[in-house]
């Protein structure tokens, strides 16, 4: 069976600190693909980055950086110097590569950025 | 502009009243699904299709009905049979080839019973 596992239910941290959202999934399947989205208060689900699970580089854009790491199932997302903007609530998502083409998306972490 | 657009943004249902989501996608994508989610829970998946005038239930489907008579098209059915569908109603939709699969949302709905 799949599964995500967004243990963070919420955080909240000071502007411009550095935050770390976990993602932890379980699969069987040696290809598959994980996600990040954003939700902001309006709600919308806006798509982050994608990952394959044959290419373990890490990969960073702007002030977001993600560390995706097989050896221990963990596709974890980091915010550095983290904006009121940021504020948000962020999902992780896993999709096997065979079978039914359904996603499974982690219960989400609140991310607070206070001014 | 290639997107996905939902309406209408808000829809209030009466009781005893079905009423329909709209999901529309400009994409060329292949696949569309529908979520529901609650206030601050994650998001379960009513139903999803791979391929026009195909469809299958997700975790929720008890009080949905969906048709997928044209690719671009993916409405949602809410039926009286779904006693508590005050909820948020998220479409996406995504390719089903190749290795840049990605899942795009569209804007959502917000459904209240009056």
């Known amino acids: 069976a799949q599964k995500v596992t967004q243990a963070q239910t919420e955080i909240s941290v000071v502007e411009k600190e550095d935050v770390t959202l976990d993602c932890v999934y379980e699969?069987?399947?040696?290809?598959?693909?994980l996600f990040w989205y954003k939700q902001p208060p309006s709600g919308e689900l806006v798509f982050l980055i994608r990952r394959n699970s044959f290419d373990e580089q890490n990969e960073i854009s702007g002030r977001y950086s993600w560390n995706f790491q097989k050896s221990t199932s963990s596709f974890n997302f980091t915010i550095t110097a983290s904006q009121v903007v940021d504020s948000a609530v962020y999902f992780c998502?896993?999709?096997?590569?065979?079978?039914?083409?359904?996603?499974?998306f982690g219960t989400g972490t609140r991310l607070k950025v206070l001014a | 502009d290639g997107g996905i657009t939902q309406s209408p943004k808000y829809l209030f249902r009466k009781e005893g009243q079905n009423v329909t989501l709209s999901c529309e996608q400009n994409l060329n994508h292949d696949a569309m699904y529908w979520y529901r989610q609650d206030p601050g829970q994650g998001l379960r998946l009513i139903y999803y299709s791979q391929i026009v005038n195909d469809f299958q239930k997700g975790d929720i489907a008890e009080g949905y009905s969906v048709s997928r008579e044209k690719k671009e098209s993916f409405p949602l059915t809410v039926t009286s049979a779904q006693k508590n569908p005050t909820a948020f109603y998220l479409c996406?939709?995504?390719?089903?080839?190749?290795?840049?699969?990605?899942?795009?949302f569209g804007p959502g709905t917000r459904l209240l019973v009056l």
């Open positions: 699969t069987r399947d040696t290809t598959y693909y």
């Open positions: 996406a939709s995504s390719l089903t080839s190749g290795y840049q699969e990605t899942q795009y």
């Open positions: 998502a896993l999709r096997i590569r065979s079978g039914t083409y359904k996603y499974i």
